[in-house]
């Protein structure tokens, strides 16, 4: 939540000290702490809003600052009547600022992608309107801003959006959080116009196209290498029981800040795990001024546009690995198989045998 304030006291926007201007409140009585509580008491309960935090002093954080945002805006005037009063308050309190999600948007400095969540309609609830959005107004509104983006028409990558944005179900009240959307930009691309398409949703859509394979000791049916989200250990765990050379690549988990993946593949009896990490120290602001756009991914000291991109250079030749003892070549010759993502990527859902 924002700084806590004594009543009716804001900080002066041209002051950098610690010094304060003393501003009457217009929307709760000065005349005594009961007051003040009954009056905050009685909005927040009028607005069905509980507020997480005990009020100090009668002081509540979050209804304090909408207050303070309250007087600065075009929005304020003295209240004239109760119902003038109760309307002020709850503009306050909708324009109380949310402090996770101005962390997670500042993690991300896309404008369009900030924008294109913001234009998203809300829900009615004060309390999660900012960084939860109904996942099928946000499915509207892509349709809206990319009417001819093609990935919008395709199940199986409308699919693989929702598994990356941890969304089950499939009723109108599923929702998205902000803090997992920012997510997959960082690993898959913004949400911007370039050409015709969506820059994330076309970066989908190449994913699916072009990760499934043909395992090179079983063609009866194409798998993905692409795990997802999948820590070091699981990644052991499937890996272990494997033939030699059997790779796949997944979302790193130390690193999902930066939007890093890791590929892991096992050589003889050694699991080794290593990082394909976004260019510019982790920063994606060069991914974000590429045209047309490219992810700038570094493997191997030299620079990818995408993960398939990678892949397909893993076929002609080995990865080298360096240690302390010294240098091991890697071939990643087998998609490790059942992989979570599987029947997403490739549509096909195994089902029981019949007996």
């Known amino acids: 939540m924002g700084e806590r ?21 217009p929307l709760l009585s000065v005349s005594s702490i009961q007051t003040e509580s009954m009056g905050r008491d009685a909005v927040m309960e009028c607005a069905g809003v509980t507020s997480p935090v005990p009020a100090e002093g009668g002081q509540d954080p979050l209804f304090m600052e ?3 945002r309250l007087r600065e805006s075009a929005e304020f005037s003295k209240p004239s009547s109760t119902e003038d009063w109760v309307r002020q308050a ?23 992608s900030i924008e294109f969540w913001r234009s998203i309609e809300e829900s009615s609830d004060f309390r999660t309107r900012c960084h939860k959005k109904f996942y099928k107004r946000m499915v509207l509104r892509f349709r809206e801003v990319f009417p001819d983006e093609p990935a919008l028409r ?5 699919n693989f959006l929702k598994m990356l944005l941890h969304i089950e179900g499939t009723d109108d009240t599923v929702e998205v959080l902000f803090d997992k959307y920012i997510r997959v930009l960082k690993f898959f691309g913004p949400v911007k116009l370039q050409g015709n398409r969506c820059v994330l949703l076309q970066q989908l859509q190449l994913m699916i196209d072009k990760s499934l394979k043909y395992n090179s000791n079983a063609k009866k049916e194409k798998i993905s290498w692409f795990a997802g989200d999948m820590s070091r250990q699981e990644a052991e765990n499937r890996l272990s029981p494997e033939p030699r050379g059997t790779y796949l690549i997944r979302m790193s988990q130390n690193n999902a800040d930066r939007g890093d993946f ?6 003889n009896d050694v699991l080794y795990h290593i990082e394909i990490k976004v260019s510019e120290n982790g920063q994606p602001l060069k991914a974000l001024t590429q045209e047309p756009f490219s992810s700038c991914l570094v493997f191997q000291d030299k620079e ?5 991109e990678i892949v397909e250079e893993l076929k002609y030749g080995p990865v080298t690995v360096t240690d302390e003892e010294a240098e091991t070549e890697i071939w990643c010759e087998r998609i490790c198989p059942g992989l979570p993502l599987n029947g997403v990527i490739s549509g096909y859902k195994r089902t029981k045998a019949r007996t």
């Open 90 to 112: 709850m503009v306050a309190m909708k324009m109380a600022p949310c402090d996770v999600c101005d962390v997670v948007e500042k993690s991300y400095p896309d404008h369009d």
């Open 304 to 308: 990818y546009s995408s993960l398939v």
């Open 66 to 68: 909408g207050q303070r």
């Open 5 to 25: 304030h004594n009543e009716g006291v804001v900080p002066d926007p041209g002051d950098n000290s610690d010094s304060y201007v003393h501003v009457p409140s």
């Open 262 to 267: 890791a590929l892991s593949v096992k050589q």
């Open 154 to 158: 395709n199940t199986r990558t409308m």
